[in-house]
């Protein structure tokens, strides 16, 4: 039989309470974590989201509740009402921050009763993830995830409190709206009432915040929800949330310092300081040194090597003289067997034109002098496992070359991303032996979100860095053509503004990004706030007037009612969260999030919908069967 909570009130979390309580009469609520019955003593293990603390039920002194305790499980919903008291000496927990107490109860509510699942949030092994997912109310009660969902809590506010201070109004747009363009598939949802037409979810609310602009807010914020229909990865769900703000009359100079302090604040609420002001480096440096435009600075970057190989060394090694020749070195990885070696071939990516030598032995033997010092370019250490990368003559990508003085051509970009790829995936599977992580996971080990003003120094933990300069245009080989490199809202440099049509591969755009620990964590830029601009950026996408009209009409039209020059930045609120919670994915950050297979395997969506909803709004299913 169940008990009504009837008029009995919590005066404590279970987590709470100390050896300062003891001699207090409370009452705690919560889940039954562990039971263990020792005959005459029953001992419970209360959990609610504070924490754990241990009831006894003592057979003489409540009689009732000690009946009860017999027939609780894990997870029932039990209230308990008794006095603190001061564990002996030889039963504290040290280890149990409510250790040193238990409460010796008088009364035992048992509120509800509860079926066995098939994990137990007591348990601390993590379980297969599809069951995770779908008990997804069980899991969520296990103590690590609720302080993932505290420390976004706390995350999430302290980025409000900052932009607030900083000016940001916090303005909701909305979720069924017309696509905007992001680079991803748009979710449709079809309208009842217009046949035939849908609305899409949005991508970002990047149109509406820049309307916001042209509608004189200054500075808009928003924790906002995006929607965008790829395939999943560990670092992406269809539906996340970004930290979305646009400001007017802007240089990203202002951007830069709005957030550079909103994630300091964040960083703060966990328990960990930034320094700011954050590096910079241009994307063509980015590339030469890092081999990616979302650096890792914890890790040892590219070395140009061009200069340790003489050209009759270059032809022998079948290596393209014309494009870069760079080493990668991973720390503290010793030799590897020939075994070991080929087993990471397939962490190299083949499509890019480059190729590699990680035989250095081998390398040695023909060309000593080149080994020796494409070692000592790189710094290396005896153990440090280096590896070179360069221009495949055999296997050329079909690619443009910029011809622009001081810019990378696409066949170098090739070059450098093919290695610095290859240098993440080695870092990755190396981790142990480089420990080059190691810090980061000390640091969200040791962080205490809860002392504030004594937060620890995250300053070799968090690596931060913007990177600024990318190219306007991107070459495409499928149509043969200069395609903008990023969503068409973002300004050209006013200063390359005459070669947009006549030198497209010249122009840079100014727009930034902000990455961490090789983490993407954002991107943004100084908006077009031309029509004749806007017009223009239409058209080298190969959209038509009409088309432009079709799909941005109303924002055209708004941009000929007073733009004031605007630009702004969205950052991946779950990725900063997974970062400062150390979790492996975004998964374990969101509350119900989809599976790789995009299911949301809980609520079971996506799922079917009766013929009477599908005739509501005007469609039929053509399936092959
Ligand atoms: N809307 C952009 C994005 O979602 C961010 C921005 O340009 O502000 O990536």
């Known amino acids: 039989m169940l008990d009504f909570l009837g008029s009995l009130e919590r005066t404590h979390l279970c987590g709470d309470l100390r050896a300062a309580n003891a001699g207090q009469q409370v009452v705690v609520m919560g889940w039954v974590n562990r039971r263990r019955d020792h005959g005459n003593l029953i001992f419970l293990d209360l959990r609610d989201r504070s924490g754990i603390c241990q009831i006894v039920l003592d057979k003489e002194l409540t009689p009732d509740g000690h009946l009860k305790g017999e027939q609780v499980r894990p997870e029932y919903v039990v209230a308990a009402v008794g006095k603190v008291s001061l564990r002996d000496a030889d039963a504290i927990n040290p280890k149990m921050p409510t250790g040193e107490i238990e409460i010796e109860a008088t009364e035992l509510r048992v509120l509800n009763d509860a079926r066995l699942a098939p994990f137990s949030p007591s348990e601390e092994a993590i379980q297969n993830e599809e069951t995770r997912l779908k008990y997804r109310y069980v899991d969520l009660r296990r103590p690590e995830m609720q302080r993932n969902f505290r420390l976004r809590h706390e995350i999430t506010l302290a980025v409000r409190e900052s932009l607030s201070k900083q000016g940001f109004l916090e303005i909701e747009t909305p979720i069924l709206t017309k696509s905007t363009p992001e680079g991803a598939r748009d979710f449709l949802v079809p309208s009842r009432v217009h046949p035939g037409e849908f609305y899409a979810l949005p991508q970002s609310p990047q149109i509406f915040k820049q309307i916001l602009m042209i509608s004189g807010f200054d500075r808009y914020f928003q924790i906002a929800r995006c929607f965008r229909d790829e395939d999943l990865r560990a670092d992406r769900q269809l539906e996340f949330t970004q930290v979305d ?35 910079r480096i241009t994307y063509d440096e980015s590339m030469r040194q890092h081999g990616t435009d979302k650096p890792d600075l914890r890790l040892p970057g590219l070395t140009d090597v061009r200069a340790a190989f003489t050209d009759a060394a270059l032809a022998t090694l079948q290596i393209d003289p014309a494009l870069p020749v760079v080493a990668l070195r991973v720390p503290k990885v010793g030799e590897l067997s020939r075994k070991e070696r080929e087993d990471n071939h397939p962490l190299f990516d083949k499509k890019k034109g480059a190729k590699f030598i990680d035989d250095f032995k081998r390398l040695a033997k023909s060309f000593p002098e080149a080994a020796t010092k494409v070692r000592e370019l790189a710094g290396a250490a005896d153990e440090d496992f280096v590896i070179v990368v360069a221009g495949d003559p055999a296997h050329p990508v079909k690619a443009s070359d910029t011809k622009f003085e001081g810019r990378l051509s696409e066949r170098e970009i090739n070059v450098y991303s093919a290695a610095g790829s290859f240098r993440t995936e080695l870092a990755k599977k190396y981790a142990e032996k480089h420990g080059a992580f190691v810090v980061t996971e000390n640091a969200v080990q040791n962080a205490d979100p ?63 990004d902000l990455a961490m620990n090789g983490l993407e964590l954002g991107s943004g830029s100084i908006r077009i706030h031309r029509k004749d601009v806007q017009q223009q950026i239409f058209q080298s996408l190969g959209m038509s007037d009409e088309e432009a009209r079709a799909r941005f009409g109303f924002f055209l039209d708004a941009l000929e009612y007073g733009t004031p020059p605007h630009g702004g930045i969205a950052l991946g609120l779950d990725r900063i969260v997974m970062l400062l919670t150390g979790a492996p994915s975004l998964r374990e950050v969101i509350a119900f999030p989809k599976t790789a297979k995009a299911i949301d395997l809980m609520a079971d969506a996506p799922t079917t919908v009766s013929e009477q909803q599908l005739k509501e709004l005007h469609i039929r299913v053509a399936l092959k069967s």
């Open 245 to 279: 703000l646009e400001m007017s009359f802007p240089r990203r100079e202002h951007v830069f310092a709005v957030v550079e302090q909103f994630c300091a604040a964040a960083f703060a609420a966990a328990g960990v300081t930034l320094t700011t002001p954050f590096p």
């Open 450 to 512: 809860r002392s504030a003003g004594k937060a620890i120094d995250g300053s070799a933990a968090f690596q931060p860095i913007w990177i600024v300069d990318f190219p306007m245009f991107e070459y495409d080989l499928a149509s043969g053509k200069w395609m903008p490199a990023h969503h068409p809202f973002t300004a050209p440099y006013e200063a390359d503004m005459a070669n947009l049509i006549s030198d497209p591969a010249s122009v840079r755009a100014d727009c930034y």
